[in-house]
């Protein structure tokens, strides 16, 4: 009977160093998540027995970001095949399938993989390897096939024919291999080439001496399958990633007025009937309810609005922001921790941080909430109905009663009760004549 369990190896021991950057290859992002995590939840869906991630030495924060999924590390950088071995351990008693990834083509679709697994099941195959077919392939390994459709090997872009050179299927670097050969196949590898290295890609032509078959699995498409080994190569899949989401927004029933110059994070949410202005930003964990408008040029990230608020432009909202139902947060505001009640109004040049703010508030232009006193933060209350006058200063810890009216130009330091007027103004001092007179002191001297 065959074994279809499944285990999964993804290999991300790769430094970044052509990137040019002190991060692991593996945990630069694409719309504010982790390349291996993309791959990752595509791979959950396949329900593997395990998910086990090959990493570098001194990779403690990869490792990190793929728990609760066990890691293993390559102690020494000796190619694809030692990596693979070094989940040998993990995959001891597996006799099923085992899927090889590689860490840095984060959009490999699950459907894909499944097609791949398929693939090495059909007529005995021992393994499968996924082809992609280019218009130019220069520069990649290609799949050379037997005269009857199965691999026969992999060839470097290096070791060509001018026949070979012709072919235009090359290698992604993901395989599927049996799980009852795998350890006999990697114990025939050596590192007889000039960068004395181990090739998980020299398995086909160990399979074919033991007259056993390799499938070709081929996708159509060069994105799903594009690997990152620069910068410019991750700002394309990252152009890729971004017209995705925003195809899901507007499926699901939002309106980009400009769908280009949004941006959004893997993990955005928006309701139904949501407009969004041009150059809006959506930063990690942003929930947007129906009937939102979110006008150009804001700044969301980790908050959460409710239906019907009327969000910028210009605005910022914060980890921790809250926005009520039919709330509006206007130009130049910004709110940090806060909750803002339902139907309250900071329409412009405000700074709310740290707050609980009632249904029904008025807060007038240029009030800020001075929570933090160089050492701790602290908490301003604002009961419902309240009013707050333009250019207001609340001093935290404070707490300002339900209808209460702060007149502009004070400095909130005590609590305000309920139904109070509240103003801390000095009496004007008016000297007629001065400006003159001191005008012409100092034109004088």
């Not at 590390?73 to 190619?79: D, L, T």
């Not at 240029?366 to 160089?374: A, V």
């Not at 400006?435 to 034109?443: D, E, I, L, M, N």
Request: hydrophobic share 40%.
């Amino acid at each position: 009977m065959t074994d279809t369990s499944l285990n999964i190896v993804i290999l991300a021991a790769g430094k970044g160093s052509r990137m040019k950057s002190q991060k692991p290859k593996v945990l630069h992002e694409l719309a504010g998540r982790p390349l291996i995590s993309w791959l990752i939840e595509s791979a959950m869906q396949l329900n593997p027995e395990k998910i086990i991630v090959v990493t570098a030495p001194d990779m403690d924060d990869v490792r990190e970001v793929v728990k609760p999924h066990s890691s293993v590390i390559q102690h020494k950088a000796q190619g694809t095949g030692d990596a693979v071995k070094a989940a040998l351990p993990a995959l001891e008693g597996h006799k099923g399938d085992v899927l090889i990834l590689l860490g840095d083509a984060p959009l490999l679709a699950h459907d894909t993989m499944q097609d791949l697994i398929d693939a090495r099941h059909l007529d005995n195959a021992g393994l499968s390897v996924l082809g992609v077919e280019l218009d130019d392939p220069y520069g990649y390994g290609r799949l050379v096939p037997d005269k009857h459709g199965k691999l026969a090997r992999i060839v470097e872009q290096k070791d060509c024919t001018e026949e070979e050179e012709e072919l235009n299927v090359i290698n992604t670097g993901a395989f599927c291999v049996d799980g009852a050969r795998l350890k006999s196949w990697l114990d025939q590898l050596d590192c007889n080439n000039a960068q004395g290295e181990y090739y998980f890609t020299d398995l086909p032509a160990i399979a074919a001496a033991e007259k056993v078959k390799t499938e070709i699995c081929i996708s159509y498409d060069e994105d799903e399958v594009a690997g990152i080994n620069s910068r410019a190569q991750l700002a394309h899949l990252e152009s890729v990633v971004q017209h995705a989401l925003r195809q899901r927004a507007m499926d699901n029933g939002a309106t980009l007025l400009s769908p280009e110059s949004v941006y959004f994070s893997w993990d955005t949410e928006l309701g139904q009937d949501v407009v969004v202005e041009p150059n809006v930003f959506f930063g990690p964990k942003v929930k947007v309810a129906n009937n939102v408008r979110i006008k150009a040029f804001s700044h969301l990230e980790d908050c959460q609005i409710a239906e019907g608020a009327d969000i910028g432009p210009y605005a910022r909202l914060r980890p921790g922001a809250d926005i009520g139902e039919g709330a509006r947060i206007g130009n130049f505001v910004e709110v940090k921790k806060t909750r803002v009640g339902k139907g309250s109004k900071i329409n412009h040049l405000s700074y709310a941080g740290d707050g609980e703010i009632g249904d029904g508030v008025n807060i007038g232009a240029g009030t800020i909430f001075c929570n933090y006193d160089g050492y701790d933060k602290h908490t301003t209350i604002i009961g419902d109905g309240a009013f707050i006058g333009s250019n207001t200063t609340i001093v935290a810890p404070a707490k300002i009663g339900a209808n209460a009216l702060i007149a502009a130009g004070s400095v909130v330091t005590k609590e305000a009760p309920n139904d109070a007027l509240y103003v801390t103004r000095m009496k004007p001092m008016i000297k007629e004549g001065w400006v003159t007179s001191f005008q012409a002191k100092k034109t004088k001297k």
